[in-house]
């Protein structure tokens, strides 16, 4: 698998349909990773420690798809040492305001423009890379996605995109119908969809990536049509659970 491979799958006509893992089992993160284009480790609100995340971008490099980290909150030195353990990009939540998109940025960038830190081991080898040849790439491959689901960033939303370093957006529908909403958490209301459709549309204006996550099938398609490039579809832990249901039910009648 290339560096630049996640670039690669935003680039086609269709969007990337991402598998999206909150569970700590590296057999689940495999079986997502041969359903979908690529596999979103969700190291927010997910089960998975550092070991996990690091066998998740393991198993997606040898299986030739790209690894998504999401990390907490502000957590930039995580953000840095994800993209150490192989990870094709990495999603910063709750981004606030152009301050905090420009370090986050920075810090999946090596200096003299970054703030990253050169110790790349495990990334070299799963890319197939010389150290020295991952430090040259890896500035233009590594993407910085910054969650774009606050009013600050709303607010905010042209200096964000103006921001050269950064990769792209990722749209969460349920914060950010929360916020614009006065706290009623509203993911599929008309308010929320105008919201989303704004912003993929002024950022794929400025060159910038547009993703997202959709609770199902039905959203996955409305966000397409709105211009998002790689959608973060369902979670394990639903998929599991909805067959689970659907199995009883068939058997019960």
Known sequence: MSLDSLRALLGRSEPALCGWSSLADPV??????????ALILDGQHGLQGIADLREGCARAA????????????????????????????????????????RRFAKALRYMPGGTRSFGPT???????????????????????????ETAGALADLDAILGVPELGGVFLGPSDLSIAIGNGVLDPKGRATDEAIADVARRAR????AVA??????????????????????????????????????????
């Not at 495990?122 to 910054?146: C, K, N, Q, T």
């Not at 959709?214 to 832990?237: K, N």
Request: net charge negative; glycine share 10%; with cysteine.
């Open 28 to 37: 689940v993160h495999e079986i997502l990773l041969k359903s979908f284009d």
């Open 62 to 101: 040898l299986l030739g798809k790209p690894a998504i980290v999401r990390v907490a909150p502000g957590d930039l030195a995580l953000a840095g040492r994800i993209a150490d353990l192989g990870a094709s990009a990495v999603i910063l939540p709750m981004v606030d305001n152009v301050d905090e998109a």
């Open 122 to 148: 495990r990334a070299a080898d799963l890319f197939g890379l010389a150290p020295r040849d991952y430090f040259a790439a890896a500035d233009g491959a590594v993407m910085s996605f910054a969650m774009i």
């Open 205 to 208: 204006a400025a060159g910038k």
């Open 212 to 253: 997202i996550y959709a609770l199902d099938t039905d959203d996955a398609r409305r966000y397409a049509g709105m211009g998002c490039q790689m959608i973060g579809i369902s979670s394990d832990v639903a998929i599991l659970k909805a067959g689970c249901a659907r199995l009883t039910a068939e058997f019960r009648g």
